[in-house]
């Protein structure tokens, strides 16, 4: 089956750590994003990709990084910068920039990112 | 201001009752325009996509009034299932591709 693909569920980090979470997903869509959502806010954008080898920052960056080397791949890295980065983390992927603008989002089930 | 703006409830209804979110929007180049739902600990959803002509689907209406910048969801014959987030979600297309900016979202607690 196509789908989204976020691994691990559940990431515990010690401060001052970086830590991956990966994103794959098998859509052949073009666009990919990551997003954070806290308790009691909607999603935010921290990064996005609209095609290989190119990706744009959301709205919340800072203290994060990406790559998109394949098409199906767009890992997030959490870096020790993140201040506060106990969160909920989506990623997210949709056929891209397009014609009527109607192509949704489909998500990934999410990975919960706690700090010891 | 924020950019797409909900009321976050919860909204408390009893089984059977009709039950209608609205939402609002900022940015007059919004483009599309969608629901998506999201329960406890779960990923978003797409629940529907909200036309200018207005939309349904089943018990779900969806309508769009882009004068007022304003989007509305209604349920009817709500159900124990229904219960969840509903989120409002506006895509506005930018330099850098298409971006959607998301509600904080509407809780629904349907009840016996």
């Known amino acids: 089956d196509g789908g989204i693909t976020q691994s691990p569920k559940y990431l515990f980090r010690k401060e001052g750590q970086n830590v991956t979470l990966s994103c794959e997903q098998n859509l052949n869509h073009d666009a990919m994003y990551w997003y954070r959502q806290d308790p009691g806010q909607g999603l935010r954008l921290i990064y996005y990709?609209?095609?290989?080898?190119?990706?744009q920052k959301g709205d919340i960056a800072e203290g994060y990084s990406v790559s998109r080397e394949k098409k199906e791949s767009f890992p997030l890295t959490v870096t020790s910068a993140q201040k506060n980065p106990t969160a909920f983390y989506l990623c997210?992927?949709?056929?891209?920039?397009?014609?009527?603008?109607?192509?949704?989002?489909?998500f990934g089930d999410g990975t919960r990112l706690s700090i010891l | 201001r924020k950019e797409v703006e909900q009321d976050p409830g919860p909204f408390n209804v009893p089984e059977g009752a009709t039950v209608a979110f609205n939402c609002t929007y900022s940015n007059s180049a919004s483009q599309s325009f969608f629901w998506y739902r999201q329960d406890c600990r779960k990923e978003p959803k797409l629940l529907m996509s909200?036309?200018?002509s207005g939309n349904e689907d089943g018990r779900f209406t969806a309508q769009l009034n882009r004068a007022s910048q304003y989007i509305s969801l209604l349920i009817r014959d709500s159900k124990l299932s229904d219960s969840a987030t509903y989120l409002c979600?506006?895509?506005?297309?930018?330099?850098?591709?298409?971006?959607?900016?998301f509600g904080t979202g509407t809780q629904l607690k349907v009840e016996l």
């Open positions: 909200v036309y200018s």
């Open positions: 990709s609209q095609i290989v080898n190119d990706f």
């Open positions: 979600v506006v895509k506005i297309l930018t330099g850098g591709g298409n971006k959607l900016t």
């Open positions: 997210a992927s949709s056929i891209g920039l397009a014609g009527t603008g109607y192509q949704p989002q489909h």
